[in-house]
């Protein structure tokens, strides 16, 4: 019994640490939503936050996977008397893998929803920057041509097309089928 309540104590502290660092390999965060309480929060974390329009540092121009990409993904959920309001803070990588989500929920609407996600980040990100981490490019594997390709669509998606446009040509280089 008591190796059992070890164990149930043991899991969700290491699983809870892992997502906690899960930032640190990330020297900025590019925004690409609309937030000012979001980018400010980033920023008390200690995390160098941007939004996408902004003209970001040189060194995540030359290398993309310097950063953390953010964005909100909201949903209803609840049953259907009592309807809930979620949202997520998504942060991906530069091949638009999720490495880090932060969900709220709030009983009347995104917005509080959102408010309240913000708010806790803090409680749930522990970031401090490695640079021993910090992927210093994208692999060239069999498996990124379809990566880049799903990355284009996705900024595409956010009207993104110029970054979109970068990331077809780079699948297409891999896979010249994607034409």
Do not use: W
Not at 64 to 78: A, D, I, K, P, Q
């Amino acid at each position: 019994m008591r190796k059992l309540l070890f164990f149930l104590l043991l899991v969700p502290m290491v699983s809870f640490g892992q997502l906690k660092s899960s930032l640190n390999g990330y020297k900025y965060a590019v925004l690409r939503i609309d937030s000012y309480l979001l980018i400010q929060q980033l920023k008390t974390i200690g995390i160098k936050a941007y939004y996408s329009n902004e003209e970001l540092p040189n060194d995540l121009v030359s290398n993309e996977c310097l950063g953390v990409y953010v964005s909100f993904e909201n949903y209803r959920g609840g049953n259907g008397r009592v309807p809930a309001f979620f949202t997520d803070i998504v942060f991906r990588n530069c091949l638009n893998n999720t490495i880090f989500k932060a969900t709220e929920r709030h009983q009347t609407n995104y917005g509080g929803a959102q408010s309240k996600s913000i708010k806790r980040l803090k409680s749930k990100v522990k970031y401090s920057f490695n640079p021993s981490l910090v992927k210093t490019s994208k692999t060239n594997s069999p498996s990124d041509d379809n990566a880049y390709f799903k990355r284009g669509d996705a900024k595409k998606n956010m009207k993104d097309y110029k970054r979109a446009i970068e990331d077809y040509d780079i699948a297409i280089e891999f896979n010249p089928n994607f034409c």
